[in-house]
């Protein structure tokens, strides 16, 4: 795999993630993959069904059995559209042979049972490593790793399980609600339809969720080798490495234009200018480099130093005998003054004065921590409503709040802009007037952090009720159009123009 080549953002990611990307990456290609899984299967299904016609629990059993061969083809697909984004599933499907033999009885038999198999596939697949080389390299990508392969494995499973469940609940739903069924579980089991049903049904869930198992599954192992081999700096380095490739030709040719003198001094001419002393010649030179200035300098240093220093010619046992008697000396004055004995009663006392500090510590801590995101904890409390000095925000949630930018008459336009089909923006216009309105005539604290519901809680904080309830309305509405992309009714719209007017017409209710 040449992972310059790999159309994905490459960086480590947490298993969650990774798993998210392979769904993403399923869905792309997913209609490729379902081809992959059903050409190559359909014949050996139609096959087994006529083989088995009387006992086609078999038949699913074996189908089960070669979800790994199938699978083979959708992970070559997936790891070269991954590196290469126009590859063709005909050319995955001509070499269907080739895939489907190698490594055919290990994944039948000793490979099959192995909840990490997803996890697993690409390093006998991509990797062609087997027996004690593919145990090591499998031993090495799990060493770390969370349990996410596992679980990828049962969630398919049941994901399977569910689809064929939910053919029958389908059935039993489409039943008519008159008419009286009463089934007895021998005349279920007894029926021609049943099996037959079970495993078409068995067939099309695994059909269904194996683009999605081996893709998850493969992003898992790729992202494990992202973090084993630092596949995202590599890549920096070698963007790097491109981007500068002609300012270093650049480099290069003013690199050789510094050494070039250099090289113009052959070996020949260096050795020319050397000289060969005789041993008797070299050692009257070292004799006189010896005795010259260079090595007869003498220099005097004053300063203070410990007195123990300047007693270090003396013998061990002077120095023991001093220490000795100088330690006597310590004991007899702790013994004979309270200095020792305060001591010990301020270190009885430490644990509750560290006691006291770090209560006091803990005390301002939470009280620092409640003043600096008092507006979390209540959105309304932010300092004076009259502040006016404070700097006002231009825009809340990409609205423009400058008086500048609504126009004269706010509900003469927003009724205008109703009656002419564009209802999002005559909404629009009535909640940035409210809002340029709180903010600018009656100057309530409003942030540019805040969300709707904080706004709200700002106005019902600052407010008279009928305001507040007003502007809850209309807040209402303007979210349930934003994100829901729910428009109000004709009845709703003429009650907020209604009430605007009495909204508009207070101010400053500090």
Known sequence: MDIGK????????????????GIVMARRWYGPLLLLGILPT?????????????????????????????????????AEALFNPDVQWRAILRKASHHLRHQFFA????????????????????????????????????????????????????????????????VWMLMPVKLEVDFELGDILDSPLLFPTITWAAYGAMMLVSPFYVCCGFMLYINRRTWLEAWDIE??????????????KAALLMAGLILLPLLTHSPASIASTSQTF????????????????????????????????????????TDESLLQRWWQRVEAWLRESRVLQTLLDWMAKLPSVLEALL???????????????RH???????????????????????????????????????????????QREALSLLYRAALSHLLHERHLPLDASHTESECV?????????????????????WITLAYAHRLPSEAHFAQLCDGWPAFASRSDDA
């Open 42 to 78: 359909l014949p050996l299904a139609l096959l087994l069904f006529l083989v088995f016609r009387d006992q086609l629990w078999w038949a699913v059993l074996i189908l089960w059995w070669i979800k790994p061969l199938w699978e083979t083809l959708q992970l070559h697909f997936i």
């Open 6 to 21: 790999i159309t994905a953002q490459v960086r480590p990611r947490n298993p969650n993630e990774a798993t998210d990307l």
């Open 376 to 422: 979390v904890i209540m959105p309304g409390w932010n300092g004076p409503v009259g502040d006016r000095g404070r700097a006002k925000p231009s825009q809340l949630f990409g609205l423009a709040l400058d008086q500048q930018s609504l126009p004269d008459d706010v509900l003469t336009n927003a009724r205008t802009l109703w009656q002419s089909t564009r």
């Open 107 to 170: 994944r039948l038999l000793l490979q099959r049972f192995s909840l990490s198999r997803s996890f697993n596939m690409p390093v006998g697949e991509l990797e062609q490593l087997r027996g004690a080389q593919r145990r090591r390299r499998i031993n090495t990508l799990h060493r770390d790793a969370s349990a996410s392969r596992i679980w990828l494995t049962l969630l398919g499973n049941t994901v399977e399980s569910m689809l064929v469940l939910a053919v029958f609940a389908t």
């Open 359 to 373: 209560w006091g510590l803990f005390i301002a801590v939470a009280a620092y921590l409640l003043y600096r995101f």
């Open 457 to 477: 809680a700002v106005c019902r904080h600052n407010s008279d009720r009928s305001s507040a309830d007003y502007f809850q309305q209309l807040t209402g509405h």
């Open 235 to 248: 890549l920096s380095f070698r963007q790097l490495a491109a981007r500068f490739a002609q300012t270093g």
């Open 278 to 317: 005789t041993p008797e010649q070299s050692q009257q030179q070292i004799f006189e480099i010896l005795e010259g200035e260079a090595f007869n300098e003498m220099e005097t240093k004053t300063g203070l130093r410990w007195r123990t220093d300047l007693a270090e010619t003396a013998s061990d046992n």
